[in-house]
Structure formats: C-alpha cells, structure tokens
C-alpha cells in the first residue's frame, strides 16, 4: 500500500510488472487477499490527524475499487484477515472494542469483540476460522475467543507485550513475540497455558510458522 499516494500496487512475481488501482481512504495501511484470489481488501488507517473509518474492496484482476466499507464509530483499522469462508473478514481497530468481524459482500459490521485498545489488537485466527486469539501490544493478557458467539474461551494466567501471534495449522500451539522480555512464548491453543519460553534476541517483533508446523520464522 502507499498511504502518500492513496494507492494500492500490485506486483507480478513473475515479470515484476507493477500497476496501481486508487483508493478513497485516508492512509491506506494493511492488505488482505481474499481465498479466492480475486479481491483485496484495504484498511484506511487515517493520518495524525484524521482517523481512518473505512476498509477499501479492491477488484485485483481489473485493478479497481469495487467498494467502500464504513466502520464508523470504529476508528484505525489496522491489519485484516479474511475468514476462509471468503465472505467476511476480521479487522483490528482503536479504540471502543478491539476486533470487527466485517460482513464483506454487505458492507457492514457483523460484530465486535475484546475490550478496549489503546492500539491496534494483534490476532491469530484459527485454520478453520471458529476461534481467534488477541493480544495486546501495550501490555495485556491473551484471550481465546469463539467467532460463532463472542464468548471468551479462555484467558492466560500472565500478560505480554504481545506484537506478533501465530497458530499452528492444527490449533495446538500458540506463538507470541513479548517484547517486554525480549522472548517468544509458547501457549497451548485450548487452555492458552504457558508451555515454553524462547530467547528471541533483541527487539523480536514478528513470528509466522511454516505451513507443515516444522518451522517458526521471526524478525527481530
């Protein structure tokens, strides 16, 4: 994305060949591609001083915005994750409420869940779409919760800085980046107990594992 420009690039990987499709939204931030491949869906941030109340539906193949998404009162959206359904989709925001579930081909919001965020949530969201974690990079618990009705599932018994989450393609593990102790954390996906604590250098800020599970990748 570039938030100068309001804009959105899209690069083939094979001929590195580059096009632009424009967006309404102030600040474009994160990009989402939908399973089927065809569209992308935008957040508009906003800039210091005007926050951001809307996502943007790209058409990726004709390189065109196709709709805009309010969440207002919601401000921020930050990162996004479609849901394998393909019809809707999880956005993290500011504010009142942490994480939207966004009714795509509707336009409107379906729900809200966590508590309130200073910053953006980071999330994780289960393979199979039902549950997602939250955690709070300003320093917070981590908390499990059931897509199909709201409900909590299950906290953990310490809080994180948490700037990055990842779930095991089976739902067993959990990985969170605390950078308050410079460390990855290692959860069960059910009870969100602590298994193992990893040295994660200095400043560790991402984490993502390899499809089959064999592998964590990290940036730090």
């Known amino acids: 994305s ?36 065809r569209l992308a869906l935008v957040s508009s941030y906003g800039s210091d001083r005007v926050a951001g109340t809307s996502l ?26 479609w849901l394998p359904d393909g019809r809707s989709a999880l956005v993290a ?25 200073a910053a953006p949530r980071q999330f994780a969201l289960t393979r199979d779409g039902r549950s997602v974690f939250l955690g709070d990079p300003a320093g917070g618990k981590i908390r499990r919760i059931n897509l199909t009705d709201g409900s909590e599932t ?7 800085i948490a700037q990055s989450l990842a779930i095991s393609a089976d739902g067993a593990r959990l990985w969170v980046v605390d950078s308050a102790g410079n460390s990855i954390k290692v959860l069960d996906g059910v009870t969100l107990r602590l ?17 089959n599970g064999v592998m964590a990748c990290m940036n730090v």
């Not at 083939?12 to 994160?30: F, K, L, Y």
């Not at 925001?93 to 965020?117: C, N, Q, Y």
């Not at 299950?154 to 994180?160: G, R, W």
């Open 154 to 160: 299950a906290v953990s018994a310490f809080s994180t």
């Open 93 to 117: 925001v500011e504010g009142t409420k942490s994480l939207l579930r966004i009714d795509v081909a509707g336009a409107r919001i379906e729900s809200s869940f966590g508590g309130p965020a």
């Open 195 to 211: 298994i193992a604590g990893l040295d994660a250098g200095n400043l560790p800020m991402g984490v993502a594992l390899t499809p």
């Open 56 to 81: 943007q539906l790209i058409d990726i193949a004709g390189g065109r915005m196709r709709n805009s998404i309010s969440i207002a009162p919601y401000q921020r959206p930050s990162a996004i994750q």
């Open 2 to 37: 570039d938030p100068d420009n309001h804009q959105i690039v899209f690069i083939d990987t094979v001929n590195g060949e580059r096009r632009s499709a424009p967006v309404t939204g102030e600040g474009p931030r994160a990009v989402a591609v939908s399973p089927d491949g």
